[in-house]
């Protein structure tokens, strides 16, 4: 067995924020790894963010400039989904969208050979809605991984209702040997992460939007008073506010409680185009 539980070829699809982070802790733990992505500068800007990452890496000590080179070795870049047909495993990154999921997993399950374990790294889409567009609904799983892939440990494994024994326990298995902590969730709307987070950015976004006090005395209050590492505006921008929203539109549609339902003005913000971090401004700005 190799050293990422029995996958020795993976590949990634989708080259954003979480697809270039997944290419690389699969790649750092000695899988050979295809990164797929339909925008060419997508792609280049997915290989410079690992090149970058495991820059960082060495010279904080964790990693020589000669495991660098090996492990981005490792990761051939692709704009063509065809080039996923020799891998083993595939983790789809790509945007929070069903329709567009959806397609990727039909294409995938024509491409692939029938072996083949499907994964997705939604945030909250149903497992089992995305295995229903495949012939495969045995071998579709989630993978959900945490921002920043290399550094967070957990990985969120989901399993849609035809998911098999057999695909979990690999995958599982897989999650270990890439240095992760797999936590098993079944497929409800947001799982177990975005169940819990997502309303309590959204409680944040109402307390600013109706006054209840500045964005710095909302994060100062969640980080000193509940021992969080970031406060949840902060942490709104690093995820994407586009992607907080579109998480809290599956919870709100597929739990159909208000509760879930989101803050005026995030929608506000995403029409807006303020995304946080990756677009320099969000509820703070960034150079």
Do not use: W
């Amino acid at each position: 067995m190799s050293v990422t539980g029995g996958f020795e070829r993976v590949a990634v699809v989708g080259a954003g924020t979480m697809g270039n982070g997944i290419a690389q802790t699969f790649a750092t733990h000695g899988a050979e790894v295809v990164l797929i992505d339909v925008v060419e500068p997508a792609l280049k800007k997915g290989l410079a963010a690992i090149e970058k990452s495991l820059a960082k890496l060495a010279e904080k000590g964790k990693l020589t400039v000669g495991d660098t080179r090996t492990i981005f070795g490792r990761v051939k870049p692709s704009t063509r989904l065809q080039d996923a047909r020799a891998a083993e495993l595939v983790v789809e990154a790509v945007v929070e969208k069903i329709e567009v999921k959806r397609q990727v997993f039909q294409e995938l399950d024509e491409l692939a050979p029938g072996a083949t374990i499907l994964a997705t790294n939604t945030s909250s889409i149903s497992i089992t809605a995305l295995a229903a567009a495949t012939k495969r609904a045995d071998r579709v799983i989630g993978m959900h991984f945490m921002n920043p892939v290399p550094l967070m440990a957990l990985v969120e494994v989901i399993r849609g209702q035809e998911t098999s024994d057999a695909t979990t326990q690999r995958v599982v298995a897989a999650a270990k040997a890439i240095g992760k902590t797999p936590v098993e969730a079944n497929d409800y709307p947001g799982f177990v992460s975005n169940r819990v987070l997502m309303p309590m950015i959204n409680e944040a976004v109402y307390c600013l939007m109706e006054g209840v006090a500045t964005r710095e005395s909302i994060d100062t209050v969640m980080k000193l008073g509940m021992n969080h590492p970031m406060g949840p505006l902060a942490l709104a921008d690093l995820i994407g506010l586009d992607v907080c929203l579109d998480i809290l539109e599956v919870l709100h549609s597929g739990l159909g409680d208000d509760k879930y339902r989101p803050c005026p003005l995030l929608r506000r913000m995403v029409a807006a185009g303020r995304l946080g971090k990756k677009s320099g401004k969000g509820f703070y700005e960034y150079n």
